[in-house]
């Protein structure tokens, strides 16, 4: 049988890892949460998306003007 070989230097005291750290606990916010939209905002969203439209359609309408001449 072979003998077990003996370390030539000293071993080192192992560290524990930091990646496998365990995350800090994460506090408890509590927040008040809408979770409909109100009226005031829904109003807000359609004009946007009409006004959105209309400034595409106008843009359409003027490179199509300046291209045809």
């Known amino acids: ?31 008040s949460v809408q979770p409909y939209p109100t009226e005031r905002e829904i109003w807000v969203v359609v004009i946007g998306v009409i006004l959105f439209a209309i400034a595409i359609a106008i843009v359409t309408f003027g490179v199509s003007d300046i291209t045809a001449k």
Not at 8 to 27: G, M
Request: positive net charge.
């Open 1 to 31: 049988m072979i003998n077990p070989s003996k370390p030539r230097r000293q071993t080192v005291e192992l560290r524990p890892s930091r990646i496998r750290r365990e995350p800090a606990p994460a506090e408890k916010v509590t927040k």
